[in-house]
């Protein structure tokens, strides 16, 4: 039971000394994704890296928030081009789902418009 409960410590306290370094190696006003041990994650900007945690920039509803979290309560900081989420898969899907309906629309009219057989 110790053995267990040394290693979770062990465990937690390199995974904080990891997010710790990983917030002290990013630049500040840098935008990054954060994503927490109760599985939620944010997108934004590290605005100040202190010992014991951070402040985040984020948006919420079109309106700047700034948000301070401590380390321990962090799984994963990872740095990314963009605080929006790319559509470009979005934008693939609509391309492709017009383009078959256009083509759909031409094969009927064609269809439409030929002599029956008798």
């Known amino acids: 039971m110790l053995t267990v409960s040394l290693a979770a410590s062990l465990c937690t306290a390199r995974d904080e000394t990891s997010v710790r370094e990983q917030m002290h190696a990013i630049a500040p006003n840098s935008p990054v994704e954060v994503r927490f041990y109760d599985g939620s994650k944010l997108r934004g900007w590290i605005s100040d890296v202190s010992d014991s945690g951070f402040v985040l920039n984020h948006e919420i509803k079109h309106k700047l928030q700034y948000s301070r979290f401590t380390f ?47």
């Open 72 to 118: 321990d309560s962090v799984r994963s900081v990872r740095a990314v081009k963009s605080v929006n989420p790319s559509h470009m898969t979005r934008n693939i899907l609509i391309g492709v789902g017009i383009t078959v309906v256009v083509i759909g629309a031409l094969l009927f009219a064609a269809i439409a418009r030929t002599p029956p057989l008798t």
